[in-house]
C-alpha cells in the first residue's frame, strides 16, 4: 500500500498534468516588454515621488509592523492614510486591511448572518466568492450585470434577514461596468446593503479619481466598498470604506484584520503620497480610457470606455499561445483562463496604464491581428 506521502504526491502530480493537459498549467514570468498586463493604471508603482516616500518612511519606521493593527502593529500612518481615504471616497470611515483579497474575505465573512441573502454578480472576483463561502448567509448567484434578472431572483427568494447585493464595478477579467445606479435605486428603495467592490475602478473613474461610484453620484446607496491599493494607487493593500459602525465592527470581528500581522507603516505612508497625486491626474484617467476604447475599436470590439480590454480567445491553448508570440515581440500581455474566467473563455487580458503610448496601442492592435489571422482566428474572435 501507498504511503500517505506517495499517495499525496501521486494524486497531485496527476492534477498537475492534468492541468497541464488541458493547457491551464500557470507558470510565474517576470515582467518583460511594454506593460500591457498589470494594474498599474496610473503608472504609479515606479513613480519616483511615491519611490522616495516608501523608502524614506522605511528608513524612519523600520520595515514589519511587528504585531497586528490591534497589538503593536498600529501606527499613525495608518489612522492618517484611512482618513484621507475616506476624504476621497466622501464617507464617514474606511478601515485599511493588508490586500483586497484580505478586506474582501474580512467583509463578506463578517456581515452577512444566517438567515441573510447575498445576491452576487456571476462573474464577481474569487475573493468577493471566497468571503460569501465563509459566511453562513444564502449565496444567490445573478446572470452578470443583469438588474432586471435580479430584481426578478430577489421576489423570488424568500429571505428573513437582511439582503446583500454585491458587485465589482469595474469588472476586472471584462472590463465593462455593473449598472450602479439602477442597484442603487433598487437597494435604496428596499432597504438592501449594497457592497461594491471599487478595485479597478479607484484611480480609473471619477473627476477625483476615486471610482465608479463618485462617477455615478450613488454614494449614498452603497453599504460598503472595497478599493484595492495594490492597482491604480500603485502599493498594496486595500480600504473598506462606509460608515464608522461598520468599520468599527470590522476591527472588533472581521479576521483577516484582526489575525494577521499588519502591513509595513512605509505602505501606509507610499499611499498617503499617491493620494496626493491622486487629484492631479484627471488627464491620464481620461488617456487609459480613451486607449483602451480605441483598442477596441482597432479589434472591432464593442466600444466600451474603460482600460480593460478582454480579447476572449476561447480555448486556453491558443490564448497561451498567441500570449507568448506577443511577449517574443515585446508586448507583455498575458492570457487568463479558467477558472480565473468562465470555461471556454480564456482570454487575453489587455490592460493600458499611463505609460502607454497611443503607438504602442496601434502596433499591438497590428501584430495581434497578423498572429490571430495566422491561427484563422480574425476577425471571428470577437
Ligand atoms: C475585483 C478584485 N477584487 C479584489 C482583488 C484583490 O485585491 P488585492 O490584489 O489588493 O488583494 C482583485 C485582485 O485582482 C480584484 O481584481
Redesign the pocket.
Known sequence: MDTPDSTLEARTRTRLSDLENRGLKRSLEEPAGIDLCS?DYLAFAQHPRIRRRFAEAAERLGVGSTGSRLLRGHRAAFRLVEERFAQLKNTPSALFFG???AA?LGVLSTFPQHGDVIFSDELN?A??IDGMKLSKARRVVFPHCDDVALVRLIGRVPCTGQRFVVT?SLF?MDGDRAPLARYAEMCTRSDFALIV?E??AVGVYGEKGSGLIEHTGCKDSVFLS?N???KALGV???FVCGPAWATDYLIQAARPFVFSTAPPPAIAEALLESLDMLPDTASQRLMIRTLGAELRNQLNMRMVSSPIVPVIIGDSEKAVEISRRLRKTGFDVRAVRPPTVPEGTARLRISINASVTSDDVLNLSARLREILEELGLWPAFS
Open positions: 494594474n490586500s483586497g483579497w474582501n472576483h475573493s468577493l465589482e476586472s467592490d478595485a479597478h472595497v484595492s491599493a495594490g498594496s493593500g486595500a
